[in-house]
Each structure stands twice: as structure tokens, then as C-alpha cells.
């Protein structure tokens, strides 16, 4: 099994930024690791993963340019560097972690990853 603990959500106003930290145990073998995020009243949705091997990376076009991914592998921990933050940003943000790394085509797809977080509250809001 893989544990997965986030940190770093609240509250911040439109511009701001905030980085997520999510923190990983456990010793079930994973190849990628990141961020998908629900809206109230939406489906959830991948926001940015990151490969454990070479560091590549998905975002999603709604985020890109504005939210930077990035692994320590030896400390065992991903995070999501967030700026420009607006409201539509708001959700609650899940850290997730995967068996297989998917291509451009498919990597959002809640269902093929393996292991979740219990999420933290991101709140855009002036």
C-alpha cells in the first residue's frame, strides 16, 4: 500500500500562489505521482503528475503555465507550486499516485490511478 498525506491548502486571493505538499509512505512500487482536483458540483479532475523515473511531466490546459509539479524522490514527496491563482481554482486538491504512467491521451483519467489522499481545501476568494 502507499499512503498519501497533502498539505498546504487555504484560503488566498485572486493573483496569489500557494504550493501543496503531499507527503508519501508505504512500500507498494509506484512509477507516478501528483495532483487532480473536485470542484463543488464537478467531477474531479487531473491537474498535474509527474514521473517518478525521468521527471515527465502532464498538466492540464487549464493550469499550464501557471502550476509547476515537482518530485523528491529521496525524501519521498511531490509538490504543486500554484500562481496566478484565480477563483475557478478552487477545489479540493488530491494527491495521487500510480502503477503505470499514462500518455498525453489518457493520463487525466481518475480511474487508473491507484492510491489517493484524503484531499485539502484550496479557496481562491477575495
Known amino acids: 500500500q502507499v499512503q498519501l498525506v497533502e498539505s498546504g491548502g487555504g484560503l488566498v486571493q485572486p493573483g496569489g500562489s500557494l504550493q501543496l505538499s503531499c507527503a508519501v509512505s508505504g512500500v507498494h512500487p509506484y512509477s507516478v505521482i501528483g495532483w487532480f482536483r473536485q470542484a463543488p458540483g464537478k467531477e474531479r479532475e487531473g491537474v498535474s503528475v509527474?514521473?517518478?523515473?525521468?521527471?515527465?511531466?502532464h498538466y492540464s490546459d487549464s493550469v499550464k503555465g501557471r502550476f509547476t509539479i515537482s518530485r523528491d524522490n529521496a525524501k519521498k514527496k511531490v509538490s504543486l507550486q500554484m500562481t496566478s491563482l484565480n477563483p475557478e481554482d478552487t477545489a479540493v486538491y488530491y494527491c495521487?499516485?500510480?502503477?503505470?504512467?499514462?500518455?498525453?491521451?489518457?493520463?487525466?483519467?481518475?480511474?487508473?490511478?491507484?492510491?489517493w489522499g484524503q484531499g485539502t481545501q484550496v479557496t481562491v476568494s477575495s
Open positions: 495521487t499516485a500510480g502503477i503505470n504512467w499514462y500518455g498525453r491521451a489518457s493520463w487525466s483519467r481518475e480511474r487508473l490511478y491507484d492510491f
Open positions: 509527474i514521473s517518478i523515473s525521468d521527471g515527465r511531466e
